[in-house]
């Protein structure tokens, strides 16, 4: 009496046809997620809205500064004091002449600490500003 | 004699055509989840700094200048009349057009001034207003003069809408602390 064999019959593979799609996914999902975020922003902030606003065309020549809702000021990547953003600032402009900075305020802050920025950016001659704003719906 | 045999053959595959599917969709709820910072916002240019000694100051008569206050409690003042932020626009318009045909010495110059505790949200919405108006001038000049919308004009007549209608918004100086 001769039995067949039960485990040979039975193929026990994985399917790898589906492989380059799921890389691909992951590489996608890695570049997009890695250049949306350059900067951690420490500060929490709300962009008040607007209607006569403009798209800046070139990105390159961005620079942000960012106000929390609790009236810290950000520059690059760190932290800093209002009388510390001349000296950055002059420093970014001497890289970069036309920068265009971008203030990214909280909208319930005082002018007085706009002021303040602006006064520091006069005096780095860091004349292009842009307030940011969403476009009011 | 009886040939034993249990079942047919089976195979035990993963059906993996709808993998690319579902890789789709994963890569599509990412694209639509993930926030692209669009930079809109507000351009303005600052005047330079002069040192509080060497400042000069220049007339400017009445008739140039519209100058916008605004406190800390939210009023707003246009001219000395107060004035709700939503009206700036409808009050500079007519300003703005009755300047279009004068020389360049003599176009509109807004002055924006604020408190140290006015809500940044309120100055935001008053310069708004007042870049409003600019554009709604400008839209209004091309389509008179070439019936064209704003974004279809060429490069020679944008420049000559930049110097018809230039935009000139002035942050007042601020005053040292009392």
């Known amino acids: ?137 | 004699m009886v040939k034993l045999k249990k079942g047919g053959i089976r195979t035990a595959e993963i059906p993996s055509s709808s993998m690319a599917d579902i890789a789709f969709l994963l890569l599509l709820f990412f694209l639509v989840s993930t926030v692209i910072d669009v930079d809109t916002g507000i351009g303005m240019n600052l005047p330079e700094y002069v040192p509080i000694e060497e400042q000069e100051l220049v007339p400017l008569s009445k008739d140039r200048l519209a100058s916008l206050l605004i406190n800390e409690n939210g009023d707003v003042l246009l001219d000395k009349n107060v004035i709700a932020v939503p009206q700036i626009k409808k009050v500079l318009i007519p300003r703005i057009e009755s300047k279009i045909d004068l020389p360049k010495n003599k176009k509109l110059v807004v002055s924006v001034k604020t408190d140290r505790k006015t809500n940044y949200n309120l100055y935001i919405q008053a310069i708004d207003q007042v870049k409003g108006a600019y554009a709604d001038v400008k839209e209004a000049y091309a389509k008179a003069n070439w019936g064209k919308d704003i974004l279809e004009i060429s490069e020679d007549q944008k420049n000559e809408l930049k110097e018809k209608i230039p935009i000139i918004i002035s942050i007042a100086e601020p005053e040292k602390i009392k």
Not at chain 1, 28 to 35: G, H, I, K, Y
Not at chain 1, 95 to 121: C, F, H, W, Y
């Open chain 1, 1 to 137: 009496m001769k039995f067949a064999k039960k485990r040979a019959t039975v193929k026990q593979e994985i399917s790898t046809a589906s492989m380059p799609d799921i890389v691909f996914m992951l590489l996608l999902f890695f570049m997009v997620s890695t250049t949306l975020r350059e900067v951690d922003v420490f500060v929490q902030y709300k962009l008040p809205e607007a209607e006569a606003i403009e798209k800046i065309e070139n990105k390159r020549l961005i620079s942000y500064i960012w106000v929390g809702n609790d009236g810290r000021v950000q520059l690059n990547d760190n932290l800093v004091k209002i009388n510390e953003v001349q000296d950055i600032m002059y420093e970014k402009r001497q890289a970069l002449p036309n920068v265009i900075v971008s203030l990214r305020v909280d909208k319930s802050s005082e002018m007085g600490i706009v002021t303040d920025i602006q006064q520091e950016l006069r005096k780095a001659f860091c004349l292009r500003i842009n307030y940011s704003a969403m476009l009011k719906e």
